[in-house]
């Protein structure tokens, strides 16, 4: 029997799409699932937002009815926009060990991009750096964090043998309550205080959309110089924050203030991970009553993202997030907590997060390569 590679093209054929992983990834301690109801809806033209400024195709690979592997091929237009070039990506890559079928899976993703006009393929991007991205390098035997990829060892083989080499690496560090120095950062956090008359005040939930309003200004402005960004449209901070509303603590979520202008913020999340992986990608019939239980055995948090506004950024705010987050988490039960992702040459960010006592501990890999 050959090899075939096949187009989504029927709610069957997405169904296999989003339950392959459930059968690569049995009985892994280490890999969670997402919610089949949440990735169908990301999947979906007309159910999620990217789908308004992207192009999506996505592909099987079978083999004698079995599916051996999947692919998304996309091109975002916002970000070859925002970037004047022509990227398109691949995402959602999961693959039995083989390089047939990898190889297979990638000339179809090449051929679709190619046709679109692009000039280069870059992944893995579930769907932009707004989404779930990056190929894990270490930490096998580690549960990610909420809303960070899994993989085995072996897909940077697959991928590298493709012709693919490195665009960017992403880094996540690990930081709890036994390694962080209180005493030398609480009085460098005191003195940025003082002589800079920044307060912090926790998100008000009651008024969530007003705030994230000021969260987007400050996000799109931000982030703009980093690599690999994507300004967010109003549609998907609107989408965002009705996904984030459940999963969201208010004790985590913090805006900089100078008076009345907000300067940065500060995001984090309970990781939600420890309850989805019992889950099962299920939450019906019995899944909320598990997520309730297990919502209790939370102990770890990420901080997903902060932004400081450019001229502001050699302030401290950054000190003050990351104190305030490391005093606090302790008392609220999450005495763990992840700080990432972060790009490997983001000097400012990585030297703060050095200088709490942080350890580097994850990598991620995004990957590049020519396809004309």
Request: include cysteine.
């Amino acid at each position: 029997m050959s090899l075939n590679i096949k187009t989504v093209t029927s709610p069957r054929d997405l169904r296999r799409f989003i339950q392959l992983p459930f059968e690569l990834y049995r009985g892994s301690p280490f890999w969670v699932p997402n919610l089949v109801s949440e990735e169908r809806k990301l999947l979906t033209p007309g159910r999620h937002p990217f789908h308004e400024h992207g192009d999506v195709r996505l592909f099987l690979a079978e083999e004698g009815g079995k599916t051996l592997g999947r692919i998304s091929a996309h091109i975002n237009h916002n970000h070859n926009t925002f970037h004047n070039d022509r990227v398109g990506f691949f995402g959602f890559f999961e693959t039995i060990q083989s390089q047939e079928a990898a190889s297979a899976l990638f000339e179809k993703a090449t051929e679709f991009l190619r046709s679109k006009g692009m000039d280069t393929m870059r992944g893995p991007m579930n769907f932009s750096t707004n989404e779930t991205c990056g190929l894990l390098m270490n930490a096998f035997d580690e549960m990610p964090y909420i809303m960070m990829p899994y993989n085995p060892p072996f897909y940077a083989e697959l991928i590298e043998n493709a012709g693919f080499s490195t665009a960017k690496d992403l880094v996540c560090y690990h930081l709890d309550n036994s390694i962080f120095d209180y005493e030398h950062i609480g009085k460098v956090a005191e003195r940025i205080r003082t002589r800079s008359n920044i307060t912090l005040r926790a998100v008000d939930i009651r008024r969530l959309d007003e705030e994230i309003k000021i969260i987007k200004k400050i996000y799109n402005s931000a982030w703009e110089k980093n690599w690999g960004f994507v300004p967010m449209t109003d549609a998907e901070f609107q989408h965002m924050s009705r996904e984030m509303r459940s999963l969201l603590d208010p004790r985590l979520l913090y805006i900089a203030m100078r008076e009345n202008e907000p300067l940065g913020f500060i995001l984090c999340l309970p990781d939600y991970n420890i309850v989805l992986k019992q889950l099962n990608g299920r939450l019906f019939p019995f899944g909320i009553v598990k997520a309730l239980w297990w919502k209790r055995k939370i102990n770890r948090i990420r901080i997903i993202t902060m932004g400081i506004l450019k001229e502001h950024r050699l302030a401290g705010i950054d000190i003050l997030f990351y104190f305030k987050i490391a005093e606090l988490c302790p008392k609220i039960g999450y005495p763990h907590g992840e700080l990432g992702w972060v790009l490997e040459d983001n000097d400012l960010m990585n030297r703060a997060a050095e200088a709490m006592g942080s350890r580097l501990s994850k990598r991620y890999r995004i990957y590049d390569k020519k396809i004309v």
